[in-house]
């Protein structure tokens, strides 16, 4: 399927796709090695926007939405950290609305997709958000945008940690 584009984001003015990049860290699961991954990309200017872990006896997987994935990436190499990229929505959620969730759902179930995990954005001065992970993220990128729901952009999460 073709990309979707969103009318409009606050500074990539309808030119910018509607996926973000996600990092996923994987890393053994050890006391202070969030800490680390953490330490090494906020110390160099970035922000952790959205972050999900999951962990087992000996491993976790640390999702993250940054401020700066070039930057991410750059630190996740020089600090020896095994990760990949995967394409995600974030979608923030009405504030207008007395049951946002129930209308993304409502939304995604028309157009029968799954979400296969989803995690709150950490900062967002627009309101609430939500990354999510699906099944077919251009159906509901498109589906989304046309029930009002906004999509947002990299240049969103930059702007918002500024």
Do not use: W
Request: net charge negative; charged share 25%.
């Amino acid at each position: 399927m073709e990309e979707v584009l969103p009318p409009q984001t606050e500074d990539g003015a309808g030119f910018e796709p509607t996926r973000i990049r996600q990092l996923t860290v994987f890393m053994e699961n050890r006391v202070g090695r969030l800490q680390t991954l953490v330490r090494a990309y906020e110390s160099r200017g970035g922000q952790i926007m959205g972050l999900s872990v999951q962990t087992s006896a000996d491993t976790g997987l640390v999702r993250l939405i940054c401020s700066d994935t070039d930057l991410a990436r750059e630190v996740l190499h020089a600090e020896g950290f095994s990760f990949s990229e995967q394409d995600v929505l974030a979608v923030e959620l009405p504030a207008k609305s007395r049951q946002p969730l129930m209308t993304l759902c409502a939304a995604l179930l028309a157009g029968e997709l799954s979400i296969l995990y989803s995690y709150p954005l950490l900062q967002r001065p627009g309101g609430p958000a939500l990354v999510l992970y699906l099944d077919d993220s251009t159906l509901a990128a498109r589906l989304l945008i046309k029930k009002g729901f906004r999509i947002l952009g990299e240049s969103d999460l930059k702007k918002d940690a500024s």
